[in-house]
């Protein structure tokens, strides 16, 4: 079966362009989150999604905001990009219920010029 | 590709012994615990997970020890193999929802 995919894995913007982000889950999953891994840190918790509502929110500013589709796969935005906003961005996709792993795609590896 | 281990802290072992690899957690709340393995350009890979009403969880080769008095955990790897080279990262999570929150990490460097 597949695990969760994220498109694109490589992604080069500029200060102040839009970027999205894409991630299909695990099938059967139907809750996505989000996180960002800035090199060398753990990964940062930005959204949670499930049933397309948006069910928790890291410390991330309004420049950042996310979806869900019917078929439950996500899209992650990010306007205004800030130089330090290159990062790992990581897509993450559960089960329904309470306390099931998460599991990772390889993320998209996103540098700002 | 890019690593993810830099400035992490270090712990190497020679292949076929154990590993202990330690995480110290902050939040009293905790009520669930994942441990991921991350390779160099891909992301987090889950190993194991424990829930507060238990303190020892076994897998293949892995076994997880919660400790709630003192806030702490650990992953034992049984006869560490080249494979297991690795960052790994613990991860606690407090009451629904999905957020989790991730430790350091710990370089594991398996030589030969």
Not at chain 1, 69 to 89: C, I, K, R, T
Not at chain 2, 68 to 78: F, Y
């Amino acid at each position: 079966d597949a695990g969760v995919t994220q498109s694109p894995t490589h992604l080069i913007k500029t200060r102040g362009q839009q970027v999205t982000l894409r991630c299909s889950p695990i099938s059967g999953h139907k809750s996505v989150s989000w996180y960002q891994q800035v090199l060398g840190q753990g990964p940062q918790f930005i959204f949670q999604y499930y049933e397309k509502e948006e069910r928790g929110r890291g410390n991330f500013p309004d420049r950042f905001s996310a979806r869900q589709f019917p078929n439950y796969s996500s899209e992650l935005n990010v306007n205004a990009l800030l130089l330090g906003d290159s990062a790992l961005y990581l897509c993450a996709s559960t089960l329904p219920g309470n306390n099931q792993p998460q599991h990772f795609g390889d993320g998209t590896r996103l540098s700002i010029l | 590709g890019e690593s993810v281990g830099l400035h992490l802290p270090t712990l190497s072992v020679q292949e076929g012994d154990n590993s202990i690899i330690n995480c110290a957690y902050s939040n009293s709340a905790s009520d669930y615990f994942i441990w991921y393995k991350q390779e160099s350009g891909k992301g987090p890979q889950f190993i194991i997970d424990i829930r507060s009403n238990m303190d020892k969880r076994q897998g293949q080769r892995v076994t997880v020890l919660l400790n709630k008095t003192v806030k702490h955990l650990s992953l034992q790897i049984a006869a560490t193999q080249p494979g297991d080279s690795a960052v790994y990262f613990c991860a606690e999570k407090a009451g629904g929802g999905n957020k989790l929150t991730f430790g350091t990490g710990t370089q594991l460097k398996v030589e030969l």
